[in-house]
């Protein structure tokens, strides 16, 4: 398996931490026998998944001047074999997911969550989330 990274990356207000949220609750129902180090709560959180010995980052969190760029390092450190973050499109933010690849040799797969001005977003996000969880589970299966 390679050592990957789920950026969900867009302009603020946009629902990629909404995104990551609904992402990690359908991760935690598809593996029930999970492991959970939850490093930070709230509404924005910071969690490390164990799922039979694969580590898995989550960070809801991606704005500019966040711990974003403490829990990537965290993760990092913690051996996390995917890793799953919000960040702005471009700046800082996206900047701290490029050395993931850089430093780390980590594959970014830049996402974004579906948006619309007339369409119910949490539905949208939603959809998103699904998808964004079938690419862990490809990475998680070596076939990504």
């Known amino acids: 398996m390679k050592k990957s990274v789920i950026a969900i990356y867009g302009p603020s207000n946009q629902g990629k931490s909404e995104t990551v949220r609904e992402t990690a609750n359908l991760l935690f129902i598809a593996f029930p026998n999970h492991t959970l180090h939850t490093i930070n709560t709230g509404p924005d959180f910071t969690y490390i998944v ?7 980052g989550i960070e809801s969190q991606g704005d500019p001047n ?9 993760f990092v450190a913690q051996g996390c074999n995917i890793i799953v973050c ?4 471009r700046g800082a933010t996206a900047g701290a997911v490029e050395d993931l690849h850089r430093n780390h040799q980590y594959e970014i797969i830049w996402s974004t969550n579906h948006r619309s001005w007339h ?3 949490t539905q949208l996000n939603q959809i998103a ?5 079938e690419l862990i ?3 998680m299966n070596g076939q990504l």
């Open 137 to 139: 589970k490809l990475i």
């Open 119 to 121: 369409k119910n977003q």
């Open 86 to 89: 919000s960040c702005r499109s």
């Open 129 to 133: 989330a699904s998808e964004i969880l």
């Open 50 to 56: 164990d799922i039979n010995g694969i580590k898995i």
């Open 66 to 74: 966040s711990r974003m760029f403490q829990s990537l390092q965290t």
